[in-house]
């Protein structure tokens, strides 16, 4: 490659910091106050769809518990006490909903509505009379319920005399079936102004899936997969048959099938807790859990289970609804529409990402390597985005254009002082809204199509930025002088701890990670997000680094080297709102707590790093003076 030279004067190099190596200056080139316009003039459409946005998230702000009723009864018996009696108790600290599954034949056995005897057993008991050990048997307590169970099930059955007592022969052991819903109690609780999810299970034996479920709003599929998934025609009717209720997607557990239903219905997000795992926590840590499912990641129904005892579940109970109600989110039987954001502005807004990938390629020092680190960001975001199912989604790819190009922008643009941090800090922002306006949309808020390359708004940034360092040279040169350069212990120890801080980030995202936390630092979060919107560590650590680098302060490459880690704290930015089921405010509050918090802590760090110099620098010399 030839080298790339610059005809504008502010093509001169830039020392990082006394004694480090030149930082060559951006390019200028005669299309940036051009590129910058259409982004400012794309800004006025993603703005009117963060207000949309804003005003639809501050419309869904309710949520329902909806505690495990045969949990709860389980609970009730062991206590002595009658499942109302006890269900009334939980009503008092704000319970308002629960969830009834399925009846079984099992269940009816256990009502007193059937009697189940094993063939074998049959056959001692009246020997002679027909009865077959290898088949199963059920006569009615409550007349009629055997006899009309078999036309639920292709199962084949047949009338029997045994014993002076009609039965019901059947070829398999019948108690697992599903047998349609407990009509009285869901009528019941009903009645009550209890919020009901029914949730129904599936066996192939069922000739009518679906044909028989109450009237209720939520549907909770109890499986890794829905009623019908594995036959087209079957889901169809299922479909069909969920008339107005609204299937639930359940946190963390992908159901087959599931976004058929979600593509006519929409979706109710439901958060839960293992029982195992709630066994682990304490009432105050699960309510903590589950309040913040509701105040941050958009879930309208909470999933509650009870604890061992009656007062550990009085307990979370009353500490849940006091962190729900302190932050705003009303319980109530929820009322689930779909956010549709206007196509339209979406296509006007795509023109600022487009915009911004193109200055940031045309501003490197090494204009054809900015331009091809562009290209192959747009061919990165847009293949990510056309591996899904439904094919190339070109918004979508654009909003991760958005998210991992302006958080480079600023820091490509402008790195000779303090000062610059908030023009990248505000070119991060202003991409905020792109992201927003191009990656939200009715699937992505509900959580059913998570954001393609979300990992990447933390990695490609720092690549973009760092590449931007290379110097006004043949790449041949440079790739020379970096090979020829003679390292010293201290830089490997150096680059080791960079790498290793990076990584332990990069592994670190998300809600869960690979890489787990010191129960002290679990303590610190749980205090912080109970009491306010808890900012990302990452931006914590982030801003002051950016500041420091920009300062200059530190000696030799220190500098550069502490700036592309800052580069974390904008692209964090970025990365907080790429995750669309958390609400537009809650990012905003979280991401400006981030930015006051790292501005307050960058320059604490730089006078805190000058006056160690000073001292490292001075420290014996006024002795040695003396002497």
């Known amino acids: 490659m030839c080298p790339v030279t610059d005809p504008n004067s502010a093509s001169r190099s830039l020392s990082a910091a006394p004694g480090g190596p030149p ?91 059937v009697y189940f005897q094993d063939g ?81 299970y599936g066996d192939d034996a069922v000739r009518e899936p679906g044909a028989d479920w109450p009237d209720v709003p939520f549907i909770s599929f109890p499986s890794t997969e829905v009623i019908g998934a594995r036959s087209p025609e079957l889901l169809e009717k299922i479909n069909e048959r969920m008339g107005k209720r609204i299937p639930a997607l359940i946190e963390a557990t992908p159901q087959r099938g599931l976004d058929e239903l979600v593509a006519r219905h929409g979706a109710a997000r439901l958060f839960s807790i293992s029982a195992a795992w709630q066994n682990l926590l304490s009432p105050e840590e699960t309510a903590s859990k589950f309040a913040l499912a509701a105040r941050e990641r958009g879930h309208r129904l909470l999933y509650l289970r009870t604890f061992p005892t009656i007062g550990e579940t009085e307990a979370f109970l009353k500490r849940t609804t006091e962190l729900l109600g302190r932050a705003g989110v009303k319980l109530a039987n929820p009322t689930i529409t779909r956010y549709d954001p206007s196509l339209l502005l979406q296509l006007l807004s795509a023109v600022g990402p487009i915009a911004a990938l193109l200055l940031l390629g045309l501003s490197y020092p090494l204009v054809r390597l900015g331009l091809l680190a562009s290209a192959l960001t747009a061919l990165l975001a847009f293949g990510l985005n056309s591996l899904g199912p439904d094919g190339f989604k070109p918004l979508e790819g654009l909003a991760l254009i958005a998210a991992v190009t302006f958080p480079s922008l600023g820091l490509v643009l402008r790195r000779r002082r303090v000062s610059d941090w908030f023009l ?64 010293k212990l201290g830089d490997i120890v150096v680059m080791g701890l960079g790498i290793a801080v990076f990584a332990l980030v990069f592994l670190r995202r998300g809600n869960t990670s690979s890489v787990g936390v010191s129960d002290a630092e679990k303590e610190v979060r749980q205090n912080l997000q109970d009491s306010i919107i808890r900012p990302r560590f990452k931006e914590l650590a982030g801003h002051p680094l950016a500041l420091l680098g920009l300062s200059g302060v530190l000696p030799g490459y220190f500098s550069t080297l502490v700036l592309l880690g800052g580069v974390i704290g904008q692209a964090s930015l970025l990365n907080t709102f790429s995750h669309f089921h958390t609400p537009l405010l809650i990012s905003a509050a979280r991401c400006f707590i981030g930015l006051g918090v790292g501005l307050v802590a960058g320059y604490v760090v730089i006078w805190a790093v000058q006056q160690a110099i000073r001292l490292w620098s001075s420290y014996g010399t006024r002795r040695a003076v003396q002497a």
Do not use: C
């Not at 998570?450 to 110097?471: E, N």
């Open 23 to 113: 930082v060559p200056a951006p390019t200028r080139h005669r299309l940036a106050p051009v590129l910058l316009g259409l982004i400012l003039l794309s800004l006025i459409p993603a703005f009117i769809l963060a207000y949309q946005r804003v005003t639809f998230e501050q419309s869904e702000k309710t949520t329902s518990y909806v505690m495990d009723y045969p949990n709860l009864v389980s609970q009730a018996q062991r206590y002595g006490l009658d499942p109302q009696v006890l269900l009334n108790r939980y009503k008092a600290l704000g319970l308002n909903g629960v969830a009834v599954y399925e009846d079984t034949i099992g269940s009816l056995q256990q009502r007193g509505e």
């Open 120 to 200: 074998s057993d049959l056959a001692v008991q009246f020997p002679g009379q027909g009865a077959l050990p290898q088949k199963s048997y059920l006569r009615s307590l409550k007349p009629g319920v055997a006899e009309s169970l078999p036309a639920r099930y292709t199962i084949p059955t047949r009338l029997v005399q045994i014993g002076g007592n009609q039965w019901v022969e059947w070829a398999t052991d019948p108690r697992f079936l599903p047998a349609g819903p407990n009509t009285a109690l869901i009528n019941d609780l009903k009645a009550q102004g209890m919020t009901l999810v029914y949730r129904p």
């Open 424 to 487: 990248a800090t505000g070119l991060s922002l202003a991409g905020v809204l792109f992201v927003s306006a191009l990656g939200a949309n009715g699937n992505s808020m509900i959580g059913l199509e998570p954001f393609r390359g979300v990992g990447l708004t933390l990695l490609l940034p720092l690549v973009l930025v760092g590449a931007s360092f290379l110097p006004r040279q043949d790449l041949r040169k440079t790739a020379q002088d970096i090979y020829n350069s003679p390292i």
